[in-house]
């Protein structure tokens, strides 16, 4: 036997630069500050020059700053304007593979405006409050007048902003402050401060930032594994967080890489770690470590080597369907309908305003084979009207759902999501798995002799009691001969 190895490394494609947001162009009053801002991308990672009125120029980086972030966004910062900074800004991205260019115009106004009546500043229509999710841009902008046009300071809670992260501007007209990556911190009321010769004006409105980003949470942790020598092992859990968290796999608290025989894979919250071929080596702990800007979290598992493995499943019960609340008017039947899936097969029982249910004549409980698990009242009187709760359990644990019955009205009811009856189903999606029916198709139409259409009707549940999807199938066959 022999064999060979060799090393293969891929790496970004060569790409000229190119502009994916041009600078726009601005106008701002003499003694403000303004920004000029664009995005470009580009292999290698441009540099950026600049041209001022057709000539080469370097911002001072004191009153005007250049920057470049590693997103590709790139512009100028002029913390004060001066009639001089009036003109045309060209901005020149390059690298290896070629440039690009993108134009913007800087036109400064005098504070005050000629031929019109000297006046105190106010604000043309109030500071309105304002809402934004976590990391997303905090703008607020509002129209002011006053002549000479005011100066402006922004405090919030009525401290000082911190300049570094808050962008202030105003051009006469507008005025405002933008926080490019808001957080939680920045909730808040500003206050905006207009001053000029004739008097003051002070604007308040209320920010808040909402809180979107969460640690990473394991809903499914790692399992533990009994397994063959020789044979594959998987590690699978299901972590959620917002942003994505970075997945990290270790072994005995060393990193794992993926290589021949180890395999990581990701599909939605699911992660994966397969190793294939097992050896007596492979046995230990296992970790996965899920990371993101708001913390870090972890889940473990074990890997044993054994002669034998028991293959009989032992699942906990898991709701595929919940029951969903349900609008009657007095007399007619209802019906409450779950669908639940566990090794070995659950046990189940509903309660009425937490009491426990018992079948009658006219309430009828019923469990098929398939995992249907359903409450049918022939009929709904008065006393009806309350919560019902399903719980389900075997020896590896239990789960319950509730619903409501009402009697339909002309008030709006809360109910509950059709999404969130079939958050059960969420693993069957993820695995590719087929997802079960609650019954057997029902064929309500077929093909007549004589007719040149197929026409067939399949429920999920029942046709007189749930909604059904009507399936129609073009094919033309051939008419019988009369």
């Avoid at 490394?9 to 041009?22: D, I, N, R």
């Avoid at 044979?231 to 005995?252: L, M, Q, T």
């Avoid at 798995?433 to 007549?448: F, G, T, V, Y």
Wanted: charged content about 25%; proline content about 6%; hydrophobic content about 35%.
């Amino acid at each position: 036997d022999c064999e060979t190895s060799c090393t293969v490394t891929v790496t970004q494609a060569m790409e000229e630069p190119k502009f994916t947001s041009l600078l726009r162009s601005a106008k701002a009053v003499e003694g403000s500050p303004i920004k000029l801002e664009g995005k470009m991308v580009g292999h290698p990672q441009p540099e950026v020059k600049w041209m001022y009125n057709d000539q080469e120029w370097e911002p001072d980086n004191n009153r005007i700053k250049q920057f470049v972030n590693p997103d590709g966004t790139f512009g100028l910062v002029f913390e004060s304007t001066t009639g001089d900074d009036k003109g045309a800004y060209v901005a020149i991205a390059y690298n290896s593979e070629g440039t690009a260019r993108s134009l913007a115009n800087i036109a400064i106004k005098t504070r005050m405006k000629e031929g019109v009546e000297k006046s105190s500043p106010s604000f043309a229509r109030p500071l309105g409050d304002i809402s934004v999710d976590e990391g997303m841009k905090l703008r607020i902008t509002t129209p002011i007048r006053g002549n000479p046009i005011p100066e402006f300071s922004w405090t919030k809670d009525g401290k000082p902003i911190d300049a570094s992260r808050c962008h202030f501007f105003s051009d006469g007209e507008l005025i405002g402050l933008e926080i490019v990556d808001a957080n939680v911190g920045d909730t808040g009321a500003y206050e905006c401060h207009l001053t000029n010769d004739q008097g003051t004006c002070t604007g308040v409105c209320n920010a808040e930032v909402k809180k979107v980003y969460s640690a990473p949470l394991f809903s499914k942790p790692l399992n533990n594994i009994k397994q063959l020598l020789n044979c594959d092992a998987k590690f699978v859990c299901e972590v959620g967080c917002n942003p994505r968290p970075e997945i990290s796999w270790f072994f005995n608290g060393e990193a794992v890489e993926e290589d021949a025989r180890h395999k990581i894979k990701t599909n939605g919250m699911c992660r994966m770690l397969m190793i294939k071929k097992l050896k007596e080596s492979d046995v230990g702990s296992y970790t996965c470590v899920a990371k993101n800007q708001e913390g870090t979290t972890e889940s473990r598992g074990s890997l044993e080597i054994v002669e034998f493995v028991e293959r009989g499943r032992n699942d906990a019960p898991e709701f595929l369907k919940k029951i969903g609340d349900e609008m009657v008017f007095r007399g007619m039947a209802a019906r409450f309908t779950a669908l639940v899936t566990g090794t070995p097969e659950p046990e189940f029982e509903f309660f009425f305003n937490n009491k426990p249910m018992f079948p009658t004549d006219r309430i009828h409980i019923v469990q098929e084979r398939t995992g249907l698990i359903r409450l049918s009242m022939a009929y709904v009187e008065e006393s009806d009207i309350g919560m019902y709760r399903l719980r389900v359990w075997n020896k590896h644990g239990e789960a319950t759902c509730e619903a409501r019955l009402v009697y339909d009205g002309l008030e709006v009811q809360p109910g509950q999501t059709l999404g969130n009856l079939y958050q059960g189903f969420e693993k069957y999606t993820i695995g590719g798995l087929p997802m079960p029916l609650p019954d057997k198709p029902l064929i309500c139409q077929c093909l007549i002799p004589g007719y040149s259409h197929l026409e067939a009707c399949y429920s999920l549940l029942d046709l007189i009691y749930a909604p059904y999807y009507m399936v129609r199938n073009g094919l033309e066959l051939p008419r019988r001969a009369s």
